[in-house]
């Protein structure tokens, strides 16, 4: 079972989250695939996430965030031992500084700052300092993220499988050419179906 949490002000109609969904369907695994629409709170975005994830052995898990949904994935990998694969991941919300935030990009800075502000102490309680088993994560991290640094990402997640990505940008707009590798790490494939 895949679980995909978008990044802020996004959804479950992103880029790669409809790439991700469609490809689970192309290898008849539309049913191990969910996307919810994560609430603003942190603390709430966890919860859904745990209550669905909950519902499978840990083992069948996997999880794919993005951007500030790969905050969340790797709280919830070190929280339940499963897998994740995190794509331009936000290490840590509260250093995300408002001159890294484009609007262009379809992220609002006053957002931003409100919600980081409003939600504080939930991003707090989330922060994992240091991966405990880096195997069971997969890095993408495009070298040309505007609104993140990808060098940073490649500390927090050192150990683990990592693939820098060079000229990509905060979407990954050349995510289609990972997708096998991501859904194998998960350990989707064809003859997976259960």
């Known amino acids: 079972m895949i679980l995909y949490l978008h990044g802020f002000r996004s959804s479950p109609s992103s880029f790669k989250a409809r790439l991700v969904a469609e490809r689970m ?15 603003d709170s ?55 500084r408002p001159k890294h935030v484009d609007p262009a990009s379809g992220i609002h800075v006053q957002e931003w700052i409100r919600t980081t502000r409003q939600y504080e102490s939930e991003f707090k309680a989330l922060r994992v300092d240091r991966i405990t088993r880096p195997e069971r994560y997969l890095l993408l991290a495009g070298t040309a993220d505007e609104l993140l640094d990808w060098r940073g990402m490649t500390v927090h997640y050192a150990g683990a499988r990592q693939r820098v990505i060079e000229g990509a940008d905060h979407g990954l707009s050349g995510f289609a050419q990972y997708m096998d590798e991501v859904l194998e790490f998960c350990g989707a494939s064809a003859g997976a179906k259960g």
Do not use: H, M
Request: proline fraction near 9%.
């Open 25 to 39: 369907q192309e290898l008849g695994l539309g049913e191990q695939y969910i996307c919810p629409q994560l609430p």
């Open 42 to 96: 942190p603390g709430e975005a966890v919860r859904l996430a745990l209550e669905l994830v909950r519902r499978f052995p840990a083992e069948s898990v996997a999880l794919v965030g993005s951007s500030l949904g790969g905050y969340y994935a790797t709280w919830l990998a070190e929280k339940i031992g499963c897998k994740a694969v995190l794509l331009n991941p936000v290490v840590d919300p509260l250093q995300v």
